[in-house]
């Protein structure tokens, strides 16, 4: 049994709702004001964390306008990596805002950090974990740094061969205990429901022995959901004020009335999972009267032998159950019966 992983006494594993994280990225569109209103909007819609990024320009690339450091294809196609994270980041003066904010508000507010000196800063904070992005999981001095501080790591996998996420692991494992939750992820930004494998969440969880979960990026509610089926113990989805704002990861982000939606179907999805155990539901039980069982369908005389024509299987459900008609046709009654009546043992006659 893999323990749960505590973020913030907040307790995530198998028994336990789906910890939904609402991801803001660059939904705030360089407005300290929109960041406070997504940490509000995380908050009203029910999720359990706001998560963001923890970088500069500066810190994940160079000004650089090379082939290698310009985009081609998709939502970013053209700009350049540093123009990108420029816009996208979000300015390190705004974190203390921001923590209080949560704190005031009763959410959690956790980060990815990019490199050690985030990593720092969101120490300094009171960061109750940190968020490996996809794109760093093959960064394992960040790993380890990030694990040494004793608090759970959530890893992205999204790109990552098994060795890289073993390599991954290895290095949490090995530099702290804080706890691990892998989370299954396909980088495609927006990634077509087909490509999102989600049964990589049960291959994953057998081979590295973790608690699992889901980073979304597909439009909607329904790929999250279904992921709660397989086992996902948190679900990572952006959030935005509205989709026609814009910004780097508008396209693809929920709106809050969707953000919502998803919490309360994570948490429906998790309900209706059960225990497994074989027993009748509780809502089942005022319905087992309307099961057949076999009845007197003509006054039977003392003596008289039992046959199909007084004997049927019929609703409801009081009498013997339908197996054992063949038991009783051609036995005797052992007093007179009234059609209408449930067959019972001590209505039959014992055998010579």
């Not at 910890?19 to 929109?34: C, F, K, W």
Request: a negative charge; aromatic letters at 6%.
């Amino acid at each position: 049994m893999i323990p749960d992983v505590v973020i913030a006494d907040h307790k995530i594993g198998p028994g336990h709702p789906p910890y939904v994280i609402a991801e803001m990225s660059a939904n705030h569109l360089g407005q300290l004001d929109r960041a406070l209103a997504i940490i509000s909007a995380a908050k009203d819609a029910g999720a359990d964390a706001v998560k963001m990024q923890t970088y500069t320009a500066d810190t994940i690339t160079i000004d650089h306008d090379g082939p290698e450091f310009r985009i081609k294809g998709g939502l970013w196609d053209g700009r350049t990596l540093y123009d990108l994270y420029r816009e996208a980041h979000t300015p390190w003066d705004w974190h203390p805002r921001l923590f209080e904010h949560a704190r005031k508000l009763g959410i959690t507010l956790f980060s990815s950090p990019f490199d050690a000196t985030a990593i720092d800063l969101l120490q300094s904070l009171g960061a109750p974990a940190f968020k490996i992005a996809s794109f760093e999981i093959v960064d394992i001095p960040l790993i380890q740094r990030a694990a040494a501080t004793g608090k759970p790591l959530v890893i992205s996998t999204g790109m990552a061969s098994m060795v890289e996420i073993e390599e991954a692991v290895a290095a949490a494992r090995g530099a702290g205990d804080g706890g691990i939750i892998l989370l299954h992820c396909v980088s495609g930004y927006p990634t077509p429901p087909e490509d999102s494998n989600l049964l990589r969440l049960r291959t994953l969880a057998k081979r590295f022995d973790v608690l699992v979960g889901l980073s979304d990026h597909t439009m909607g509610t329904a790929v999250a959901i279904a992921a709660v089926a397989l086992g996902a113990v948190a679900i990572e989805k952006h959030l935005t004020l509205r989709r026609a704002d814009g910004g780097p990861d508008g396209a693809f982000s929920l709106e809050p009335k969707e953000m919502r939606a998803l919490v309360e179907e994570s948490r429906t999805a998790f309900a209706a999972l059960g225990t497994g155990h074989d027993a009748r539901a509780p809502s089942e039980s005022g319905n087992a009267l309307f099961r057949r069982s076999l009845y007197i369908v003509r006054d039977v005389a003392a003596g008289e032998t039992f046959t199909e024509e007084n004997i049927r299987s019929i609703r409801p459900g009081l009498g013997l159950p339908p197996k054992h008609l063949p038991d009783v046709l051609g036995r005797t009654a052992a007093c007179a019966i009234k059609c209408g009546t449930p067959l019972a043992w001590d209505l039959v006659a014992p055998q010579s």
